[in-house]
């Protein structure tokens, strides 16, 4: 079993960036088919926000990211990032890492297996 940890979290201006990571313990992430970065706001449902595969490295973001977020992966450090540029307050909320055994369902909460506890992100205007 695998135990995920995000770090990187903070409090930032809109137009700023910061970088989450995930590192992986337990398990490499090449043992899963998808790695995925979810959000929830305070009052909503947690949402999709971009996944990369594990076998050939193809990514998916969400509409309302793309272009400002990078989702990437270091395997010699089991660690995914997630580089966030250009942060809106609408960014604001608690963002998790999640993997996943299947490669597709990569937009739906249910498509994961284990998670992470989760690291706050909070854009002030």
């Known amino acids: 079993q695998v135990q995920l940890v995000e770090s990187g979290g903070g409090l930032v201006q809109a137009g700023g960036s910061l970088r989450l990571s995930c590192a992986a313990s337990g398990r490499t992430f090449s043992s899963y088919l998808m790695v995925g970065w979810f959000r929830q706001a305070p009052g909503k449902e947690r949402e999709f926000v971009a996944a990369?595969?594990?076998?050939?490295?193809?990514?998916y973001y969400a509409d309302s990211v793309k272009g400002r977020f990078t989702i990437s992966r270091d395997n010699a450090k089991n660690t995914v990032y997630l580089q966030m540029n250009t942060l809106k307050p609408e960014d604001t909320a608690v963002y998790y890492c999640?993997?996943?055994?299947?490669?597709?369902?990569?937009?739906?909460?249910?498509?994961?297996?284990?998670w992470g506890q989760g690291t706050q992100v909070t854009v002030s205007s």
């Open positions: 990369i595969s594990g076998t050939d490295s193809t990514i």
């Open positions: 999640a993997v996943s055994g299947r490669a597709y369902r990569w937009k739906f909460e249910s498509g994961y297996d284990y």
